[in-house]
């Protein structure tokens, strides 16, 4: 079993900076893919980021590229997300997962384990 927690969330002004990280524990041996997803109010949650096999490909939804980078730091078996110039419109919880094959810029129901949540507000 895997489980994953998030942290890092919070409220800051637009065109503020946020780090989230993601720890993973249990089995994870076989991880192919790790994601970021973002659920905004009264929406469905979607892709916001995606890193494949420890680094050697990364996704982003054009709404975040250029702000926000995913990456990982497979000592820790973390993945991070750096969420730079912050809109209003990145307000949602955000949530980690873990997919074990497949392509990993995919819907959420794909993957296969998934973190708790952490907050993000931007006003």
């Known amino acids: 079993d895997v489980q994953l927690v998030e942290s890092g969330g919070g409220s800051v002004q637009a065109g503020g900076s946020l780090r989230l990280s993601c720890a993973a524990s249990g089995n994870t041996v076989r991880r192919n893919c790790m994601g970021w997803f973002l659920q905004a109010p009264g929406k469905e949650r979607e892709g916001v980021a995606a890193i494949y096999n420890g680094g050697a490909n990364t996704y982003y939804h054009d709404s975040v590229k250029g702000r926000f980078t995913i990456s990982p730091d497979n000592a820790k078996k973390t993945v991070n997300l750096e969420m730079n110039s912050l809109k209003p419109e990145d307000t949602g919880m955000y949530y980690c997962?873990?997919?074990?094959?497949?392509?990993?810029?995919?819907?959420?129901?794909?993957?296969?384990?998934w973190g708790q949540g952490t907050q993000v507000t931007v006003s």
């Open positions: 997962a873990m997919k074990r094959s497949g392509t990993c810029w995919a819907a959420p129901a794909s993957y296969d384990s």
